[in-house]
DNA sequence: TCCGCTATTATGACTAGGTCCTAATAGTAA
DNA sequence: TTACTATTAGGACCTAGTCATAATAGCGGA
């Protein structure tokens, strides 16, 4: 049996929002009712049309994209790298990186710069974080630029062991011992 | 003087990528050109239509937006908070959070909840990492959702302590130990 | 059964922001 | 002047709608 107005127009405002991408023209074949019915509950609804919601999800998003974070890959832009010894990158804190009240960067950032780069710096197909000891000390503030430097300091246990210093200037920010797993003991 | 064909043709393709929100009307009026010309430039460079960079926009954020790193805030979603106490959260590991090659999510996601879970767990205005002590004791893949439980379990010279552990099902696949520093002792 | 009411469907005119194709005109260099 | 590219113009068509008007369907109550 087919819905009632009342149940098919908030069926239709829960589909439109899971997905705002439908057109009117599909949503009358799922419902089985015509085009102006839908244009009708939309109305009803103040729903507006497809291009008008596509807009918004766009523009929504259009902030967001230029400071997305590049999670992928290294985190900080890699300025030297010599495979199983040593690797630096540098990351600049910006306004997404910090704590909107203090202007004070959040430490996971931090990590994954010095985290990234010890990975990169192991020359092996697959390189793990296994375990790690850090230390913050001192709060790195919003326009600083931090420059990680990585170096393999030796093997313990199947693992091997990178250091990472941050700095701003020559004030150290971040220290972290990394006891990396790799696939091929080199 | 107006420009040239390949120098509109560079502005524009620099315009239209800075805001792609932007009509071939009102590039035709910035560049004083017909419309005629504007729609043959993006032709000759492959630039789609306004509906289509919108859609582009959107699509792209739309994943985004759902699995958005929202590196504002905790990352993971916060199911369970008591102030000074104890915190959980849930991060379903996707693409995004893997290497491509292997699958495996990269330490620092891991971390970033951890951390992050740590910090909003503290009362108080102001709460940093200090020092940590992490394990990663085994691979998370895509796919896997991990909780991840924090529990404030004392002082320590000025430093309030926080254990977070991470589990996939039953399985410990993260362990940390957070010493935090805090504006005011409570 | 007919009346009244809501719900639904149909129809036509119009819109933005295009596409695609054809054709005319402008500008410039050999 | 010729040859060529660059630009402009025009018309038909498209999608995914809007808005207004009108016709029809379904159903409950007297």
Redesign the interface.
């Known amino acids: 049996m087919k819905l009632k107005k009342k149940q098919r127009q908030e069926k239709l405002q829960e589909m439109i929002e899971e997905t705002?991408?439908i057109t009117d023209e599909e949503l009358s074949n799922k419902f089985g009712v015509s085009i102006q019915t839908i244009r009708l509950d939309r109305l009803e609804l103040s729903i507006p049309e497809l291009?008008e919601r596509?807009?918004h999800?766009?523009?929504?998003?259009?902030n967001?994209?230029v400071r997305?974070?590049p999670?992928?890959e290294v985190?900080g832009e890699v300025v030297n790298l010599e495979l199983d010894n040593l690797a630096i990158s540098i990351l600049d804190i910006k306004e997404?990186?910090v704590f909107s009240?203090?202007q004070?960067a959040?430490?996971?950032h931090l990590?994954?710069q010095a985290?990234?780069l010890a990975?990169a710096v192991i020359n092996d197909?697959?390189a793990?974080?296994?375990?790690?000891?850090?230390?913050?000390t001192r709060?790195v503030k919003v326009g600083e630029r931090v420059v990680a430097k990585a170096s393999v300091v030796g093997d313990d246990h199947n693992r091997t062991i990178v250091e990472v210093k941050s700095y701003v200037h020559d004030e150290v920010v971040f220290e972290g011992k990394f006891y990396m797993y790799r696939t091929t003991e080199n």
């Open positions: 705002p991408f291009r596509i807009k999800v766009a523009h929504k998003n259009w967001e994209e997305a974070l999670i992928d985190i997404e990186h009240r203090n004070i959040r430490g996971h990590f994954a985290n990234s990975v197909e697959l793990l974080t296994a375990n790690v000891k850090i230390k913050f709060p």
